[in-house]
């Protein structure tokens, strides 16, 4: 049997990563050559002069011009933050190494912090992931369906199974048939849904490849791609189509990640950022070494999001 290409890559390994971000010092080093690749730059006034000061855990900028006072983490997703910096990079490489995705509470257990400040850390992270990932455009031949997920895990497989929450996958295909990129959505399939989430997601010329289900018979279909509708006869056969291969791969794999990770899971409110989270590990799968990094520049291009509004979840979408 062939190696896998993604299972087999080699990833970051602890060594590594201890050596290269085990301490303070060396995470404040990276995150500052991140925020100013070129050298820090006053927010306020633009001026390049500056002197450092520590207050507490924090590595301050002052500005020598205005005064202004910023920290390495003013103004990301780890602003406000009493978690030292090496912990918010261990929990990066955490999440970015594992097979499947890591639930707060083995994060918990990984970094030696309370559940509070691991669910935190977690869905800030997972914060930052949605807001990089939610400008994806996918283009090409893109195949595209509707699935659940949450809710009871016993009784009739209906969509009115209670609990569940419906989202939509976007895939679009490699040359060789493979799946290449994802995006996911949260949202009721009906055919509205389908359209808002094909005009944020597919680039222009692209070809849509769906089943033949209500939901994507929508007469709008044409002002936003072209439409290849494949008539299922639904249950296991339909995941065996073809023209559906990739999509239906990816959905069996992320039922997978998700469910086998998020025992007690309000998937309901907070989809998105599950969703997010394995949408944005999908996309950068053939590289996992790089990938803790990249979880640490999302953070830093991620606003501020204090714990009040990061538990209204959904309601500012
Ligand atoms: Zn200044």
């Known amino acids: 049997m062939p190696m896998n290409r993604v299972q087999f890559q080699k990833g970051l390994s602890l060594g590594e990563f201890i050596e290269r971000y085990g301490t303070q010092e060396a995470c404040e080093r990276e995150l500052e050559a991140m925020r100013w690749p070129r050298g820090f730059a006053c927010p306020s006034c633009g001026s390049r002069q500056y002197s450092n000061f520590q207050r507490g855990r924090l590595l301050y900028y002052q500005c020598c ?138 680039a222009p010329g692209t070809l849509v490849v769906s089943d033949g289900a209500p939901s994507f018979n929508y007469t709008r279909w044409n002002q936003i791609a072209e439409h290849e509708p494949i008539v299922t006869g639904g249950g296991k056969q339909a995941c065996e189509i073809p023209q559906l291969k990739a999509v239906n791969t990816v959905l069996g794999n992320l039922k997978t990640a998700i469910t086998g990770t998020y025992h007690a899971l309000k998937f309901a409110k907070y989809t998105d950022r599950y969703l997010a989270e394995y949408q944005f590990r999908f996309n950068r799968r053939f590289d996992m070494h790089s990938q803790m990094q990249r979880i640490i520049r999302a953070a830093v291009g991620c606003k501020p999001n204090p714990l009040p509004s990061l538990r209204m979840a959904e309601v500012r979408r």
């Open 65 to 202: 011009e205005c005064r202004h006072q910023a920290s390495l983490i003013a103004g990301t997703v780890m602003a406000s933050s009493k978690v030292a910096l090496k912990v918010w990079f261990q929990a990066a490489y955490v999440l970015s190494q594992a097979k499947n995705n890591v639930s707060a509470l083995e994060l918990m257990r990984h970094l030696g912090v309370c559940y509070q400040t691991a669910w935190s850390l977690k869905h800030k992270l997972m914060e930052a992931m949605w807001v990089r990932e939610r400008t994806r455009t996918l283009r090409g031949t893109v195949q595209v369906d509707e699935a659940f997920l949450g809710g009871q895990s016993s009784g009739p497989a209906s969509r009115g199974r209670k609990g569940k929450v419906a989202f939509l996958a976007a895939v679009s295909q490699a040359p060789d048939g493979k799946a290449e990129r994802v995006c996911l959505s949260k949202q009721p399939a009906t055919g509205e849904d389908v359209v808002v989430f094909c005009l944020n997601t597919l």
